[in-house]
């Protein structure tokens, strides 16, 4: 199985940026779709992106369309998000998550199997 751990969350004022990172270990990231979701205070957890095992797909949620981009490097087993024009509504903790390649995206977190612990985005007004 892998594991996922993410970094790159902090405190950011509204208008600018943050590049989330998902490392994996254990198995390679090829084997996996990734998805990004995140969970602000008294929400449910919520789909933000997902990116296919090759990085030709990829799908956002509307509210971070055109905002975020999500990539990823195989080589270097690590998934990133690129989060620019932040707002106060993008506070959350960050999850990524993956499922096998061959079972394609997905925005369902239902259908993720593997889950990094998170990291903590908060964008100031």
């Known amino acids: 199985q892998v594991q996922l751990v993410e970094s790159g969350g902090g405190l950011v004022q509204a208008g600018g940026s943050l590049r989330l990172s998902c490392a994996a270990s254990?198995?390679?990231?090829?084997?996996?779709?990734m998805g990004w979701f995140r969970q602000a205070p008294g929400k449910e957890r919520e789909f933000v992106a997902t990116i296919g095992w090759d990085g030709g797909t990829t799908h956002y949620a509307d509210s971070v369309k055109g905002r975020f981009t999500c990539s990823r490097d195989n080589a270097k087993n690590t998934v990133w998000l690129q989060m620019n024009s932040l707002e106060p509504g993008d506070t959350a903790v960050y999850y990524c998550?993956?499922?096998?390649?061959?079972?394609?995206?997905?925005?369902?977190?239902?259908?993720?199997?593997?889950w990094g612990q998170g990291t903590q985005v908060t964008v100031s007004s």
């Open positions: 254990g198995r390679s990231v090829s084997n996996y779709v």
């Open positions: 998550a993956a499922r096998p390649y061959y079972q394609g995206v997905s925005r369902s977190q239902r259908d993720y199997t593997y």
